[in-house]
């Protein structure tokens, strides 16, 4: 018989219950034991709902109150020596370490934040050095088994491997010059003994340890680990099914396939390709194989006779006890139900399967290919065969003059008129600013009047022209506030903004919205992806009236704020019919539209954030020109069409840059803004490594975080900068927008900021 998997399940709860008591709690407004109780509740819903539709193989030990990576960091006592010994609780040093604490006495920065391999989730690095002294200090994975357990439902607990965890962390500042912390591994290894026969005891028959970087080149360094630590840890364990996913395996099959485990998790949603080489390698092993044919990372309904074709074929091979239907990865990056969703049309709704209905998928997959005689099987499976034909005969509609427009573009629409140097000194004359320029990313503080009046006029108790009166207020106290402390550059802070993509999705054709379809993309931040679903084009200006209102309100420069072409494909969910490559393109050429629009109506800066160029790269190299040759050039269309004067800016967060810097050279940005505070400012390694001859602003400090940078702190960080960065090209910025702080801490921040350029300037005039 062929069983049902889900590899994990959304940790936010079907109405943001998390978010909601995880910043009570951040408040004071909620105890730790009422916390507790909010995550409990989560989690049954989420466990029972899966019981219910029929998935055999439940996930336990998935759940996080902010992130499954520095869960485990906490667990396995991976805790960095600056948030001990602070006389916080066991739960405030976790959350210390997500977010940073400034309160009580106790002052410390955030540990540094990463993509979760090629997603917009972000996890917590682990920090490592020679004397890190692993021990178990909770057994998450035991707690939760026991907690499914109590509740009558049977579950298969997950785990973050071992070679993972150590290869997705950082050598610590203490450590050693070439400390690798995968040397650590003969240390680990003891405490997942521990924590697996701890499950074993408890009746745990199968475990899924979670292996995501078998998926990556590096992976073949560490051939010898992979074995070592699965010889020694699958004699004291449950079954170990050791979970691949966001690509394929390639070479490293060769050694996965003989890793002393009881079966294999592969993704083939990303990498159907893979599944017949995969068969072959494990046919004469008595591994289970375990098949993603249900997308975790896109939300269109799944093609079932697609799917029953790739499950067939492993039947057929290996029998179907040794077989398992599953979700290609964690269904975390999905939204819970589409039963929330009250606005989709019936066609839309039924284009769609949300994480439930991947569950459901998913038991059905499995119970066709056991040639279950249910008639609700077959009802199931003819009824996905009629939504598919209708999905089909919709993708094959198409705008011609959108595609037409697409056809037309030529080498030359990519290029600025003048290279930098002179693109500079026309810009200088133009916008009069000083050395060391201060600006921000782009967002202000969206406060709760700001929700409110959003909300309001949602429901329609705020005319149009009410709503506007009211952003208008905002923009200009933005601006007052900007003149105030002395900024540079200003912006007009963005309040009419939802999101930095739902936004810009809103104005264009080709997409559609959701009204409870959250995402977490890291801690307590959730977002809404919009989904392409058609041509994507530009009917009339999107950000023009706001950008020019805030302009008039000053003498000084406003910049233009856009989200790129790359980011919103990246962080919406995407067509499956039609190339990204296409879908960018079409994006690329409606932001080029809106470049031009706002400098002609007087906008002397424009820029335009891609947070999520990195994210996009593929995780094999193999497959990176591929990638860049579209992403790139969609870039420079999209900002291009302009002339010498204005300033174009671009944005980068959150991910390791130093692969594709010259990538990021190649835009041909006049001024970039790179995370940086955050990761130890490592980032200027890179700038030493390559140069860099536009100008620049590396985060001076990390937005992610309450707490507020002292004066000092950002003065030694222009400092270190300027060891290695001509000081005629460096802004002055923090890492990323304002958007998720409060005014408090942002007002006392930027006067910091502020007052560290000006030292700047007399320091190194």
Known sequence: MVSSSVLGFPRIGANREVKKAVEAYWAGKLSADELTKAAADV????????KERGVTLIPSGDFTLYDHVLDHSAAFNAIPSRYLGKGLSPLDTYFAMGRGRQADGVDVPASEMKKWYDSNYHFVVPEFFEGTEFKLNFNKALEEYREAKDLGIETRPVVLGPITFLTLGKAAKEARPGFQPISLLPQL?????????????????SVQIDEPSLVLDSASLYERQFIQAYTELAPVSPKIVVATYYGR???????????????????????????????????????????GVVSGRNIWKTDFQAALKLGQ??????GGDRVIIASSSSLLHTPVTLESEKKLTHEQKDWFAFALEKASEIAVLAAALSGSQDPKVAEAVEANKASIAKRREFERNSDATVRNRVAAITPEMLERKSPFAVRKEVQQKRLNLPKFPTTTIGSFPQTKEIRQARAKLNKGELSAAEYEKFIEKEIENVVRFQERIGLDLLVHGEPERNDMVQYFGEQLEGFVFTQNAWVQSYGSRYVRPPIIVSDVSRPKPITVRWS???????SKPMKGMLTGPVTILNWSFPRADVSRELQCKQLALALRDEVIDLEKAGIKAVQVDEPALREGLPLRKADWDAYLNWALPSFKLATAGVTDALQTHSHFCYSDFNDIFPSIQ?????????EASKSDMKLLNTF??????????????DIHSPRVPSEEEIKERLAAMLAILPSDLLFVNPDCGLKTRGWAETEASLVNLVNAARWARQTYA
Do not use: C, M
């Open 666 to 674: 190649a835009l041909d940005a006049d001024v970039i803004s790179i």
């Open 43 to 50: 989690k049954k819903a989420s466990w029972t709902s899966l």
């Open 548 to 554: 020019s209102y805030a302009q008039s309100l000053t």
């Open 313 to 318: 074929k492993a039947v057929e091979a290996l």
């Open 249 to 291: 395996l390639d070479s490293n099959l060769s050694f996965v396939s003989k890793l002393p485990v009881a079966g294999l998790h592969i993704d083939l949603d990303r990498a159907p390709g893979q599944l017949e080489e995969v068969i072959a390698a494990v046919k004469a092993t008595n591994l289970a194989l375990s098949l």
């Open 688 to 701: 030493k490594q390559y140069g860099y001859s536009n100008q620049i602003g590396p985060g001076v400090y």
């Open 189 to 205: 290894i003891p405490v997942y003994k521990q924590l697996l026969a701890a499950l074993k005891e408890a009746g745990a028959t």
